[in-house]
């Protein structure tokens, strides 16, 4: 029997394809600052730490921009959450609630990072002596933070598809048949892959970036810097590549369930996971076959553009999986489920959507027509 009665489902208060649409999309504007934070802002203490002169700069240049990143990145972020809560609330909220203690840490955890992350700032700004060995432990405690929370995440969201261990952690997490709220998803053989899958996609992200920051915005950095940022940027492209293709293998052919892994390789989704197993190689090569010659702006936009487009691919193939994972319990979007459109909020979403993109393409345009002075100021 079902944990959950899924004979009456609620009203979905907009077309379900829409819910569909919106909450890949806000994942992929999501994830760009987010992978940055995840996996960036480790390798750029990394770099600050132990790295030579150039690598210096680089760790010092991401962690000044990183208090904006992890802004925009929060930001980004509330649109997947609140469509994933929308549709799949039935599966969503039992899970969370099941790690609720760790769940609602995630919001502790993300001031404390935050908050680290202009302290470190202040520090790089302030030069050499500002750098004191305390605000460089609060960096690195800021990382840990950003991982643990995908850590979290990366459990609930493996735990919404897993609901065959709902009862097995509600007996062994509960007190008269209540949550106490302490359980995770360890013993979930998804969990893991998927959790060091999303940190290779990070370091692709992060080398990405790299490249999109040092032709676009590095105006102030000579040509050796340039050159080492290059070649770094490919390095670490292809080790975000080596680590995604194995993390993605483990995750598909040694945890998919037999039913998920007939969908995934029946025609025509072959074709997109084909493309999802292939595409954290798209980054390296770009960068690689520009190698020899010095990373135009146009370049750099290449790389930064296949990226996103990466990332959006693999949000699709996660959400083809997730649909087909939770058809045991209820099936997100079924005809049968009755769609109550809210027009309201609707046309209020749609209305703030549009504007903040026409912002950032503004932005961005301001950006792309200034020259060198004015990018620097």
Not at 117 to 128: E, F, Q
Not at 190 to 195: E, H, Q, S
Not at 221 to 227: I, L, M, T, V
Not at 333 to 358: E, Y
Request: charge should be positive; aromatic fraction near 14%; hydrophobic fraction near 55%.
């Amino acid at each position: 029997m079902p944990p959950i009665d899924a004979t009456s489902l609620p009203a979905l208060p907009a077309p379900f394809w829409f819910i569909q649409f919106f909450k890949v999309l806000g994942f992929t504007l999501h994830a760009v600052p987010m992978n940055l934070w995840y996996a960036g802002a480790l390798v750029a203490l990394a770099a600050y730490a132990f790295g030579g002169d150039e690598a210096r700069r680089w760790g010092s240049r991401l962690m000044l921009q990183m208090p904006i990143i992890v802004a925009v990145g929060i930001n980004l972020g509330i649109v997947p959450l609140l469509f994933l809560q929308v549709a799949y609330a039935k599966a969503f909220y039992p899970a969370t609630i099941l790690m609720a203690w760790h769940w609602m840490g995630v919001i502790g955890l993300l001031i404390a990072a935050y908050a680290g992350v202009y302290v470190y700032a202040s520090a790089v700004r302030g030069g050499g002596e500002a750098m004191t060995p305390r605000k460089r432990a609060v960096g690195w405690c800021s990382a840990a933070c950003f991982v643990a929370i995908g850590f979290l995440f990366a459990n609930a969201l493996s735990l919404t598809t897993n609901s065959s261990a709902w009862a097995d952690l509600l007996e062994r997490h509960g007190t008269a048949g209540a949550a106490t709220g302490t359980a995770l998803n360890v013993a979930d053989p998804t969990l893991w892959p998927r959790w060091l899958l999303m940190f290779g996609f990070a370091l692709i992200t992060t080398a990405a970036w790299i490249a999109f920051d040092t032709a676009w915005l590095a105006v102030r950095e000579d040509e050796a810097y340039r050159r080492w940022a290059q070649k770094f940027a490919l390095r670490l492209a292809i080790a975000g590549a080596l680590w995604s293709t194995v993390a993605g293998t483990w995750y598909v052919f040694r945890t998919w369930a037999p039913e998920v892994h007939s969908e995934m390789f029946s025609f025509p989704l072959i074709f997109l996971t084909l493309l999802t197993g292939t595409s954290p190689w798209v980054a390296p090569a770009l960068l690689w076959l520009g190698r020899r010659s010095d990373l135009t702006r146009a370049a750099a936009a290449a790389v930064g553009g296949a990226q996103v487009g990466v990332l959006a691919v693999n949000g699709i193939s996660r959400q083809f999986v997730q649909n087909f994972e939770l058809r045991g319990l209820f099936q997100p979007g079924v005809s049968h489920q009755p769609v109550s459109t809210d027009w309201g909020p609707l046309v209020m979403f749609l209305a703030v959507f549009v504007a903040g993109v026409g912002v950032l393409a503004w932005l961005f345009a301001q950006l792309a027509k200034a020259g060198p002075a004015d990018r620097t100021a």
